[in-house]
């Protein structure tokens, strides 16, 4: 790749249109999801588009196959690695909480059970948020919708991402609690930044500014 080029990885699902659209306002590349097509490498003249699974994105910029990467502040809470992050991208934010059946005894941390159980595609978040609390818990990991997880008697309750509440209204659950917000940022390669710093810095401050626009 040339000096000159900045690679970026940005991720597949919700946040990629808000990534491409960034992209677009920075004046770094245009690209929409029609163009990408099964794509996931676009070369343009100042920058390296790779497409990656969101929770892939930290690995690829840890590891120096991206300069920079796109990715939600969810899964930086299960991930913590090498990388730098840069800014807030200010766009596709969604609340981490906990959630009850609507028939549940459970609220506040006064009616918590000695030993409580939540299921979660977050374990490690869940799991320290719960531990600051002084509060016993068990958590079981699921990769599927846990939203079914409390329905069949598996858990007390759930840690999930939402925006609207609408799918937890839906499957008769109900927020007691929010864990943290999540929205994009921008993180950075370490050795990216000291060793291609003018390419990288600029195409940080463009992004940024296009961010804050």
Not at 36 to 60: E, K, N, T
Not at 114 to 143: D, I, N
Request: overall charge positive; aromatic content about 4%; proline content about 6%.
């Amino acid at each position: 790749m040339k000096a000159g080029k900045v690679s970026i990885a940005i991720p597949t699902g919700v946040l990629m249109p808000g990534a491409l659209r960034l992209l677009a306002k920075a004046g770094l590349a245009r690209l929409s999801a029609d163009q990408l097509g099964r794509q996931l490498l676009v070369d343009r003249p100042r920058i390296r588009v790779i497409l990656v699974r969101p929770a892939d994105v930290p690995s690829y910029v840890d590891h120096g196959a991206a300069d920079l990467g796109i990715v939600g502040k969810d899964i930086l809470w299960e991930t913590p690695g090498a990388h730098y992050e840069l800014a807030d991208l200010r766009f596709g934010e969604c609340r981490l909480v906990l959630a009850v059946p609507v028939s549940s005894r459970l609220n506040g941390p006064e009616t918590w059970p000695p030993q409580m159980r939540v299921a979660t595609k977050y374990p490690r978040t869940a799991g320290e948020w719960f531990e600051v609390r002084g509060q016993s818990v068990e958590v079981v990991r699921l990769h599927g919708s846990v939203e079914l997880a409390p329905q069949v008697g598996l858990v007390d309750g759930i840690v999930d991402l939402t925006a609207s509440g609408r799918t937890l209204r839906e499957n008769q659950l109900r927020i007691t609690a929010t864990l943290g917000v999540s929205t994009a940022r921008l993180i950075a390669n370490q050795a990216s930044l000291k060793t291609r710093s003018d390419a990288v810095q600029a195409a940080v401050g463009r992004l940024r500014e296009a961010a804050s626009a």
